[in-house]
């Protein structure tokens, strides 16, 4: 694909059933919001998700924003406390991110909140993504449509300079409103936590426990209670083995090797280990290459000393 290939086309009934379209069919589309544009794909689905990382080249699986259309279709994701629902009621819709526990039975990709038990979810004000979120009847994971490290984009041209080629459509409505991403407040036990400041102020600083529970907190992410061997050609008789390819496991990321599918089941898969009758986990090689640098980075993280 190259930048020939990126749609724009101006917000409008026709521009919203064409990214409706495509996201119902796996794909991501960029998408205005009040605060900056978002690449958005259906958080349902794994490997639309996975598609998201491929066109940022994200260097890791960081947990994702969820997008809503109003706090009901957010309590059927997350559980919401007495604070939380004051919060929500107070300033959705608007720039303001919840992290919240994961509800068990949630309709969400574990590639979204990257293998954690919590989930950041946020009711947007701009007519646009209100419009997809309708229209697509899907929650929408979105982080910032622009290639992992870059400025943000407020306009549709910023996300065409730095994604054209890579995503089928941008929904062009002009310029963002806040041009900042979003406040993030935890909320998982005990008072209100700041982890990403943003056009809400709470009057909250910014926590530094160290934990990991949303996007901007680069080291992050669930790993496996047991021990985590990479690179496996075979399973040693204690280890759990996860193929990829050639290499078949006692479950597969992708039996045809397919880096996407194997993204996309990469967390359910470590679960699975982790839950299995032996005291190790192995993994058999991912090579490097596109979404593979991303997978590799969080198995290496997976399986650091601690």
């Known amino acids: 694909m190259n930048a020939q290939n990126t749609a724009i086309l101006a917000y409008g009934p026709a521009a919203i059933a064409e990214a409706a379209r495509l996201i119902l069919a796996g794909q991501p589309v960029a998408m205005p919001t009040e605060t900056v544009y978002g690449l958005a794909a259906d958080a349902t689905n794994g490997e639309a998700v996975a598609r998201i990382y491929e066109a940022k080249g994200r260097p890791s699986f960081n947990p994702l924003i969820v997008h809503v259309r109003d706090l009901a279709q957010a309590t059927e994701i997350a559980a919401f406390d007495d604070d939380a629902r004051a919060l929500a009621e107070l300033y959705w819709p608007g720039p303001l991110t919840l992290v919240l526990p994961l509800r068990d039975d949630a309709p969400i990709a574990s590639l979204v909140t990257a293998g954690l038990p919590t989930v950041a979810l946020r009711v947007p004000a701009h007519p646009a993504m209100q419009a997809l979120l309708a229209a697509a009847d899907r929650p929408l994971a979105a982080p910032s449509a622009n290639a992992s490290g870059r400025i943000s984009p407020t306009r549709a041209e910023h996300v065409l300079a730095s994604l054209g080629g890579r995503i089928p ?138």
């Open 169 to 306: 459509l941008i929904v062009d409505a002009g310029q963002t409103a806040h041009g900042l991403e979003s406040t993030i407040v935890a909320l998982t036990g005990g008072p209100p936590r700041l982890l990403r400041p943003g056009p809400v102020d709470l009057g909250l600083t910014v926590a530094t426990d160290g934990r990991i529970e949303a996007p901007g907190q680069l080291r992050s992410h669930y790993a496996p209670d047991k021990p985590l061997r990479l690179n496996a050609s075979d399973a040693g008789p204690d280890e759990w083995l996860i193929g990829f390819g050639p290499v078949a496991g006692d479950a597969t990321l992708s039996p045809s090797g397919n880096l996407i599918e194997a993204a996309a089941k990469l967390f359910e898969m470590l679960h699975e280990a982790e839950a299995a009758p032996v005291p190790k986990i192995a993994i058999a090689p991912i090579p490097e290459a596109g979404l593979g640098a991303a997978i590799n980075d969080r198995l290496r993280r997976a399986a650091a000393p601690r």
